[in-house]
């Protein structure tokens, strides 16, 4: 798995080495980076009600390596306390309760683009 985990890392170097994004996805630390990575293959595979992503299969390792920079700029944040009864009376009494989130993780722009072809269970076909 760490195999699999370092080869999609220096793929993903690659891909973002030439791009606008390259300074920004290297200038995140490793473990950072390497984490992200795993995020975005479960998150991926979630939206396609897959058990894993099929990484051989470019557009879906492309739509990782978007997922985990999103994912690096926008990090998830711990529940916030959510109010949950107020009594309106003289004194005035709230409660408050940390709710658990149930909302998927965001999926990023640019890996939903990536992955309309899977999504629409056919190829994009180039017509000229």
Not at 74 to 97: D, F, K, N, T
Request: proline share 9%; hydrophobic share 40%; net charge negative.
């Amino acid at each position: 798995m760490t195999e699999a985990i370092a080869e999609l890392a220096s793929a993903a170097d690659a891909y973002f080495r030439d791009g606008l994004e390259g300074d920004e996805w290297s200038g995140h630390q490793p473990e950072f980076r390497r984490r992200a990575l795993i995020s975005a293959q479960r998150a991926l595979a979630a939206l396609l009600s897959a058990p894993e992503l099929d990484l051989t299969r470019p557009e879906l390792k492309h739509a990782c390596f978007e997922q985990a920079l999103h994912q690096l700029r926008h990090p998830p944040r711990p529940p916030e306390p959510q109010l949950i009864s107020e009594e309106i009376s003289g004194l005035g009494r709230r409660s408050w309760a940390e709710l658990p989130v149930s909302a998927p993780p965001e999926i990023a722009p640019r890996a939903m683009q990536l992955l309309a072809s899977v999504l629409n269970g056919c190829r994009r076909l180039n017509r000229g």
